[in-house]
């Protein structure tokens, strides 16, 4: 069974740096979607980078473009968030998810979000980050 395990929270200050994992274990198949998500304080969740791990291209999110990074380590099926220079707005809970196969199906959303089409199967638990001012 396909499953998630997220890591890596904490909290830093603002301009500080993390970095999230999400090991993934289970899947079939290599080629595959996962994303990372977040749901700040009295927010819907919204989408933060997504990949297609088989080489394929990676988006992000407005919001944290040119801050963010979603690099895949495909020895150890584990996709990492390196969070730089964090804002007290990027306090949230950050969940991964992924897809058994397929592309992720991005699209853009209203106010420029970041959409993931494709269905996900598994999900990680969620991870807090906090940006302190």
């Known amino acids: 069974q396909e499953q998630l395990v997220a890591s890596g929270g904490g909290s830093v200050q603002a301009g500080g740096s993390l970095r999230l994992s999400c090991a993934a274990s289970?899947?079939?198949?290599?080629?595959?979607?996962m994303a990372w998500f977040r749901q700040r304080p009295g927010k819907e969740r919204e989408g933060v980078a997504a990949?297609?791990?088989?080489?394929?291209?990676?988006y992000y999110a407005d919001s944290v473009k040119g801050r963010f990074t979603t690099p895949y380590d495909n020895a150890k099926n584990t996709l990492y968030l390196q969070l730089d220079n964090l804002e007290p707005e990027d306090t949230a809970m950050y969940y991964c998810?992924?897809?058994?196969?397929?592309?992720?199906?991005?699209?853009?959303?209203?106010?420029?979000?970041?959409?993931?089409?494709?269905?996900?199967?598994?999900w990680g638990q969620g991870t807090l980050v906090t940006g302190a001012s």
């Open positions: 289970g899947f079939t198949y290599s080629d595959n979607c």
């Open positions: 990949i297609n791990t088989g080489g394929g291209k990676i």
């Open positions: 998810g992924a897809a058994r196969y397929g592309e992720c199906l991005v699209r853009s959303g209203p106010g420029a979000r970041l959409v993931v089409g494709k269905n996900l199967d598994a």
